[in-house]
């Protein structure tokens, strides 16, 4: 069946977020997937001829995401909570592979392993430190960072418990003078309230956050994760008067 075909007939089914498969399993040089990087990479010198422009000034922020450090490390923040539960459990292997697939010359691949091996130190160093000594320096990468990340990572992998649980502990870390950060943190609470099938917890949480700061202490990052919350609320759940009550309260301020 025509893939445009198969795409659309899943989008008309009871539960359009289920996966997709787009083929049956096989060796990865048969794969759709190899074939249109195949296309891709083939054709790129000649669009950047027609367009006048290279790959990389196309991209937003005019660089690959393989060559940029900030989304490695997100990337890995992402690998490091699913793999601290697995090694908890003792069910992490002893030994981890990492491949580079596509056009490259191993520059990507040291990206990755150069932010992993920042990561896994700083990982290991915090647990070696005393608990009284678990506070920020002037380099690195503190155990109140990593839980924010993680809780992060947790929340959109859909493990809305793991992520409030790394939510509250980075939370207990945060002074109460330190506002844009723990606004930031209590607004990823939200998102798990919304997750666990409670958005009306969800509109109060992040709307008592937004009140509870001054007007001149309500920083563009807050107020866009704030109106991002209430669009995914009213996106699940329809526009209902909570919803509506809080785009009151962010219009109003």
């Avoid at 195949?38 to 054709?43: D, K």
């Avoid at 290279?54 to 890995?76: K, M």
Wanted: glycine share 8%; with cysteine; net charge negative.
């Amino acid at each position: 069946m025509d893939f445009t075909v198969r795409l659309a007939a899943a989008r008309l089914r009871d539960n359009p977020g289920d996966r997709m498969l787009l083929e049956d399993w096989g060796p990865g040089r048969d794969s759709c997937i190899w074939a249109f990087n195949a296309l891709y990479w083939s054709a790129l010198e000649l669009w950047e001829k027609a367009s006048g422009r290279s790959y990389e000034q196309a991209l937003p922020g005019g660089e690959s995401d393989a060559r940029n450090h900030a989304a490695a490390r997100d990337l890995i923040c992402e690998l490091f909570a699913l793999w601290d539960p697995l090694d908890g459990s003792d069910a992490l292997p002893a030994e981890l592979y990492v491949a580079e697939l596509g056009v490259g010359n191993g520059t990507q691949a040291k990206v990755f392993l150069d932010e992993f091996r920042a990561l896994d130190r700083a990982h290991e160093a915090l647990d070696q430190l005393p608990e009284d000594e678990r506070r920020d320096t002037a380099f690195g990468y503190t155990e109140r960072q990593l839980l924010f990340h993680q809780g992060d990572a947790l929340i959109t992998l859909g493990d809305h418990r793991g992520a409030d649980d790394a939510f509250g502990q980075a939370l207990r870390l945060y002074s109460p003078a330190e506002f844009l950060d723990r606004s930031l943190v209590t607004l990823g609470q939200a998102r798990c309230r919304l997750q666990a099938g409670e958005p009306e917890e969800a509109l109060r949480l992040s709307r008592d956050t937004l009140l509870g700061l001054p007007s001149q202490h309500r920083p563009g990052i807050v107020l866009r994760a704030a109106q991002s919350l209430g669009e995914a609320v009213a996106a699940k759940h329809g526009d209902f008067p909570a919803v509506r009550d809080y785009r009151e309260v962010l219009i109003s301020g």
